[in-house]
């Protein structure tokens, strides 16, 4: 690995990302599996339609399995 010298930064090609990234909401026994979407600065996932109110655990995992799941934070789902 290349050692980056002081300003330089990383880039990443976030084509790939949805391979790359596993996105998760969680609340209690039930699990949502999300499908990310690369942006210029970051991802977005949409929710489904039908999913139930009341507050998810947002949950990120690399595709490859090389590290466990991340809680990442809590979200508050509510129908208007």
Known sequence: ???MDE???REV?????HAALRVF???GQQIVKL????LEKGVRVALP????PGDWQLIVAPG???TPPREI???RVAKV
């Open 1 to 3: 690995m290349r050692k």
């Open 7 to 9: 300003g330089q930064t």
């Open 13 to 17: 090609d976030c084509r790939s990302v």
């Open 25 to 27: 909401l969680r609340r």
């Open 35 to 38: 499908q990310p979407t690369d």
């Open 49 to 52: 339609l039908d999913l139930t």
């Open 64 to 66: 490859d399995g090389t």
């Open 73 to 75: 934070t809590m979200i």
